[in-house]
């Protein structure tokens, strides 16, 4: 097959993994119809559909999956040791692609990474908010960003944060004529801000303890979002209560806007850890990146990063 080929490929690889020439050609920078057209013109020199095509979804055929689970690695390796030789120049160069949940981004990642960009003009990093849990390596990511014990074990993982003390947070307004919570009925009789899971589409269960069990409180309440963000805004404007990391809440209790409830009930979830393919080639770049961003008691400095847990 002709080396031209290896472009089409990748573009199928995108549209494989992404399910939708929509969110593809998103991603790829590129019009629907040119995917499609780029497609189809792969199918007729393989003499082999790859992809099953209906109005609502795409999905690889068997040739398709055989394509995408025996080749798109091998790309990889070859993308991988491309990079490796980049990386024998005297600057860190390349793209990171970062994927975490929003307010991640903005109290975490943004603020340790930014001080790095003006020293290494060559260093490029794309961070995508996503409250999905995202298959890194089938996407293209280079780090994930998850709680301690969501990382599989065949990663490497590197400690952001110390363990996250969670909150059960209102507004004073919004006790106005209301008792506070106490348990978990009084709980359950309030009015809760709640997040829709992007993965799933249902609801979030708060993950709570008490006296050494987990409790799973299916709350209910007017308002449902999809980012921690809004709840937290929900929760100053006094419409109901919300369930979030002490880091988004801990001034505002501080100064009053908030309330800190049933903290008897309010579990210690592990630190924030990002993680990477124990076979991804560590570059430059990615090393720059981890270092930034990996948690330290002392002060910051850009340094080896560090490989362990």
């Known amino acids: 097959m002709a080396r031209d080929n290896i472009n089409d490929i990748l573009v199928f690889f995108a549209v494989a993994r992404e399910r939708s020439f929509t969110r593809a050609a998103a991603k790829l920078g590129m019009t629907q119809s040119a995917l499609s057209h780029i497609v189809r013109g792969l199918e007729a020199r393989l003499g082999v559909r790859l992809l099953t095509r209906t109005t609502r979804s795409v999905s690889p055929t068997e040739a398709g999956e055989r394509l995408l689970q025996n080749v798109a690695p091998r790309i990889e390796e070859i993308e991988a040791e491309i990079a490796a030789v980049s990386d024998l120049g ?3 160069a390349g793209t990171i692609r970062i994927t975490a949940v929003d307010h991640v981004i903005d109290h975490v990642l943004w603020p340790r990474i930014a001080p790095l960009l003006p020293l290494y003009p060559d260093l490029h990093v794309e961070i995508h908010a996503d409250y999905r849990i995202v298959d890194i390596a089938a996407e293209r990511y280079d780090i994930g960003v998850r709680h301690g014990d969501q990382v599989d074990k065949d990663m490497i993982a590197v400690r952001l944060t110390p363990d996250v003390q ?11 004529g209301r ?15 709640n997040l829709r899971l992007a993965s799933s589409g249902g609801l979030y269960a708060w993950e709570l303890k008490h006296a050494g069990q987990d409790v799973e409180a299916r709350v209910r309440g007017q308002a449902v979002f999809s980012t921690a963000q809004h709840l937290l805004n929900a929760a100053l404007d006094g419409t109901g209560l919300s369930f979030l990391p002490d880091e988004l809440v801990a001034e505002h209790i501080r100064t009053g806007r908030l309330l800190s409830l049933m903290e008897d009930w309010c579990p210690v979830w592990p630190g924030l850890h990002a993680y990477y393919p124990s076979r991804r080639h560590s570059s430059r770049a990615l090393g720059l990146v981890i270092d930034a961003i990996r948690y330290q008691r002392a002060e910051r400095a850009i340094a ?4 362990s847990a």
Do not use: Q, T, W
């Open 90 to 92: 005297e600057k860190p």
């Open 179 to 193: 008792r506070a919570p106490l348990d978990l009925a009084g709980l359950l009789s309030h009015n809760c801000n």
């Open 166 to 176: 969670m909150r059960i947070v209102g507004a004073p307004a919004y006790f106005a």
């Open 304 to 307: 080896r990063p560090d490989r």
